[in-house]
Structures are given as structure tokens and as C-alpha cells.
């Protein structure tokens, strides 16, 4: 079994930045491609980013593209969420998540579908004053 364990959550006000860190730990054999979902209050889970095990691809929803990063860390099996010039409507939870490594490759078809991720971390809380 995979666990996900999600840090870096917090209170920012709009215009702000935050890091979520996110480090996987147990049967961690393979690489892992891995992202992120958010859940706002009384709305669905939403696709946020995703990275592919090797780094050579990245993806995101069009509402973050181009204020927030994904990024691998050095050790293994780690993912990185930097978010810049936050928003109130980010205000979230923010889950990490990952495929298992045995599954369907991360494509733009698939990546923002809740179904290819096997594994899901407790979720951060994000909340973003105006």
C-alpha cells in the first residue's frame, strides 16, 4: 500500500504564494507519476496539476495555468505545488494524488480524471482572504 502525505497548507491573503509539499511513503517501489485535486466547500473534486514519474510532462487546469508550478523533489517519490497570486476562489482542499504505477500512462485525455488515481493523501487546507 501507498500513502500520501500532504504538508504546507494555510491562511495567505489574495495575491500571496503558498508550497505544498507532498512525500509518498510504503510499497514505493516504482516512481510515481503524481498531482494534485482541490475540493471547495459544496463543490465537486477538480483536477489541479500533475507530473509524469520520469518529469518530462506536466499539466494543469486552465483556472491555475500560469500561477501555479508542479515540480518533482529530489527524493524520490516527492511532488511540489507552488501557487502564486492566489485567489479567494482557491481556497480549498488540496489533495495529493497518484496512479498506480501499473496502470494507464498519464496522458492530457486522462490526467483529470478522478479514477486514474488509485492513491489520495488526507488533503491540506488552502484558504485565501481578499
Known amino acids: 500500500q501507498v500513502q500520501l502525505v500532504e504538508s504546507g497548507g494555510g491562511l495567505v491573503q489574495a495575491g500571496g504564494s503558498l508550497r505544498l509539499s507532498c512525500a509518498a511513503s510504503g510499497r514505493t517501489f516504482a516512481t510515481l507519476s503524481m498531482g494534485w485535486f482541490r475540493q471547495a466547500p459544496g463543490k465537486e473534486r477538480e483536477f489541479v496539476a500533475a507530473?509524469?514519474?520520469?518529469?518530462?510532462?506536466?499539466y494543469y487546469a486552465d483556472s491555475v495555468k500560469g500561477r501555479f508550478t508542479v515540480s518533482r523533489g529530489s527524493a524520490k517519490n516527492t511532488v511540489y505545488l507552488q501557487m502564486n497570486s492566489l485567489k479567494p476562489e482557491d481556497t480549498a482542499v488540496y489533495y495529493c494524488?497518484?496512479?498506480?504505477?501499473?496502470?494507464?500512462?498519464?496522458?492530457?485525455?486522462?490526467?483529470?480524471?478522478?479514477?486514474?488515481?488509485?492513491?489520495w493523501g488526507q488533503g491540506t487546507q488552502v484558504t485565501v482572504s481578499s
Open positions: 507530473i509524469t514519474w520520469s518529469g518530462d510532462n506536466t
Open positions: 494524488v497518484a496512479p498506480s504505477p501499473y496502470g494507464p500512462a498519464l496522458t492530457f485525455s486522462n490526467v483529470g480524471s478522478l479514477n486514474l488515481y488509485d492513491y
